[in-house]
């Protein structure tokens, strides 16, 4: 089993920043990659980012790409999520989420319980 924590969530205004961190315990050995997804209210949940733990290979949404920066330290077993230039539609309840090696490339195997964002416009 993988126990994810996020932090870093909050309240900021519109065109502020907010870092989220995810810090990842017990058999992270097994975790290949992770991902921080987001849900608004009455709308479905996305992710908005995705890297590789060897290899730090990213991807991002269309609706992130260039605001957000997703990063990782090893060492730490933690992984990051830097939200440059919020807007009001970034607010949502964003999870840390893990995969496990070998698993469905479709799913993750692990979340954490969710850190509140909220822009304010």
């Known amino acids: 089993q993988v126990q994810l924590v996020e932090s870093g969530g909050g309240l900021v205004q519109a065109g502020g920043s907010l870092r989220l961190t995810c810090v990842a315990s017990?058999?992270?050995?097994?975790?290949?990659?992770m991902g921080w997804f987001r849900q608004a209210p009455g709308k479905e949940r996305e992710l908005a980012a995705s890297i590789s733990w060897i290899g730090g290979r990213t991807a991002y949404a269309d609706s992130v790409k260039g605001r957000f920066t997703i990063s990782r330290v090893n060492a730490k077993n933690t992984a990051y999520l830097q939200m440059n230039s919020l807007k009001a539609e970034d607010t949502a309840v964003y999870y840390c989420?893990?995969?496990?090696?070998?698993?469905?490339?479709?799913?993750?195997?692990?979340w954490g319980q969710g850190t509140q964002v909220t822009v304010s416009s």
């Open positions: 017990g058999r992270t050995f097994s975790v290949s990659d």
């Open positions: 989420a893990a995969r496990r090696a070998g698993s469905d490339p479709q799913r993750y195997d692990y």
